[in-house]
């Protein structure tokens, strides 16, 4: 993994959205985000999901057992767009 600098969080957990296929009805619980990063970036992480969903990049899926968070699939060409201008400056 890369180091992350705070400009990185938002696109580095896009990307691990579409590398792993969480669209429409497949989702993920919100506290797997931060799974795969430096333990010391987890507050930063955690709260950069919090701004996808209220950006609507990110879909709530409330369940009895947690949040549970996919991507918005009608904002796709959007999240491909940050994704690609980030992997192209890395």
Do not use: C, Q
């Amino acid at each position: 993994m890369p180091d992350l600098k705070d400009s990185d969080f938002v696109p580095w957990i896009l990307d691990k959205f579409v590398r792993h296929g969480w669209w429409n009805a497949k989702h993920t619980s919100f506290d797997n985000i931060s799974k795969g990063a430096p333990k010391h970036l987890k507050d930063k992480i955690v709260r950069a999901g919090e701004s996808l969903i209220k950006d609507g990049l990110l879909v709530r899926k409330p369940t009895s057992y947690g949040l549970e968070v996919r991507l918005n699939f009608e904002r796709k060409n959007e999240i491909f767009s940050i994704i690609e201008k980030w992997k192209l400056n890395v």
